[in-house]
Each structure stands twice: as C-alpha cells, then as structure tokens.
C-alpha cells in the first residue's frame, strides 16, 4: 500500500515538473508559454542575433513586463477605451493584410523573366538620346502662330519666350527646359521633339492638355542607362508592389461587397 502510494506521488511530480517545463514564467497565475520565447528566439536570429542564455532571460522579463503591463491594462479598464480597441483592431488588420499578401506572393511569385522584360520595356521607352529643349507655351494656336512668324523674321526665342510664354517654371529663363529624355514629357510634346534636328524650331505649334507650345531643340547627346544588375532589385520590388495591389483589387471585385 506504501508503495502504491509513492508510486502515484512519483507520477504526480513527474506531470507537474513536465507541465512547469513548457512554461518559461507565471505571472498572478497566467503562464508564459516557452513556445512563446522560442518564437522570439526565431525572430532574433533572423535578424542576425544568437541565442544565447542572456538573449533569453532578457526576452523572459520582456515577456512578463508586457504580461504586467497587459494586466494593468485590463485592471483599469483600458482595453474598453474605444481608441484603444480601434488601435488594436487596426493594428490586427495590418497585421493580417501583410501575412495575406506576403503568402500571395509567395504562391505567386515575380519571376526573373517578368523583371527583365520590364527593364527592356523601360529601356526602349526612354531612349537612346537626351534633348536639351526650350518652349514658349501659349493658350491658343493663334498666338502661337504668331511667336512662330516673329521667330521665321529673326525674333529672338529667349526674348519671346520671356513676353509671351504662360510657363513660370519656364518663363524667365527664356523657355529652358533643360536636358530631358522625351519619355519625360507629355506623348505630343515628345513625339515632336524626338522627330527634330539640334537648334530646330517646331515647325507647327504642339498641342498638349497645356495649351500650345513653339519647341527648339538647343542640343543632343547619347544618353546612358543604368546596367540591368543594378536595378534588377529595385525592378522586382515596384513588380511585386503591383502584384499586390492588383490582388487587392481582385478580391475588391470577385467577393460580394454591399455598401449602406
């Protein structure tokens, strides 16, 4: 009988020191789970820390010092305070946003073809050339005709562009735009300026959602573009970006949505 009963105690001990060993701390009675801690120590080496016994025992008090502090929070009512429930609603929401679409892009990820292609398109529309381009901007095709006869008698482009141009960025440095490629600027201002020969005048006014503009080509050069291996990155992540907007705008339109 004696030994049954040490037997049962034994058991009993053993449970208990098993159940003690899952938990790293228990604060007023709520246990800390080690499982807890061990996804801290995760997230420590990910980011390049150790696990180490100091590493440890300092995420353990960090661990009861919120577990303090989430009880205060209850004790004082807190957690009740709509702005504190709406903090950690939003916060949940982030939360789960992000984990959404990181498995997203996870299960459909941006591939080494779909970056390549997108420099090569990138490429190709910006071009080869740089312009160095003035423009005098008008309202109508009226006045802009008229720029362009005092320009074909000898008026000065500089000079017109400071009494008759509408631009202010431009206006007082006699129409000077600068060194740009065309891709730059609005697709009929471009178009015209990539068909036109170093110190040309447009031959007929451009029309833009701007108004009208009299164009010079002032020079030419050859223009550089950054080598694939440098901005292969930053490519992938403005793709991946995309993607996720465009998922996100897919569930708007596949789910049912009722607004009241």
């Known amino acids: 009988m004696i030994k049954t009963k040490l037997f049962i105690v034994s058991v009993l001990a053993c449970a208990a020191f098993t159940v003690s060993a899952q938990n790293i701390a228990t604060v007023n009675g709520k246990p800390i789970p080690k499982s807890l801690q061990d996804q801290w120590i995760a997230q420590l080496i990910a980011n390049g820390g150790k696990d180490t016994p100091e590493a440890r025992k300092q995420i353990t008090e960090n661990l009861v010092a919120n577990a303090l502090v989430e009880q205060e929070a209850d004790k004082r009512g807190i957690t009740k305070d709509p702005k504190v429930q709406f903090a950690l609603d939003y916060a949940r929401f982030r939360i789960l946003q992000e984990a959404v679409l990181r498995d997203e892009l ?66 007082d440095n006699g129409g000077e735009l600068g060194w740009n490629r065309p891709a730059v600027f609005v697709s009929s201002f471009a178009n015209a300026v990539k068909g036109m020969k170093k110190g040309e005048v447009s031959k007929q006014p451009v029309q833009s959602e701007f108004g009208w503009h009299i164009i010079k080509v002032n020079d030419i050069r050859n223009a550089s573009f950054p080598d694939f291996d440098s901005v292969k990155n930053q490519i992938k992540e403005g793709l991946e970006l995309k993607k996720q907007q465009e998922y996100l705008q897919s569930l708007m339109k596949n789910n049912k949505v009722v607004y009241e």
């Open 106 to 171: 996870a299960k459909h990820p941006v591939t080494d073809k779909e970056v390549k292609d997108r420099y090569d398109r990138e490429k190709a529309a910006l071009g080869s050339q740089e312009f160095d381009v003035s423009h005098i901007l008008v309202k109508d095709e009226k006045t802009a005709k008229m720029i362009e006869d005092k320009l074909a008698k000898g008026g000065d482009f500089a000079a017109l562009a400071k009494e008759y141009s509408i631009d202010p960025g431009a206006k």
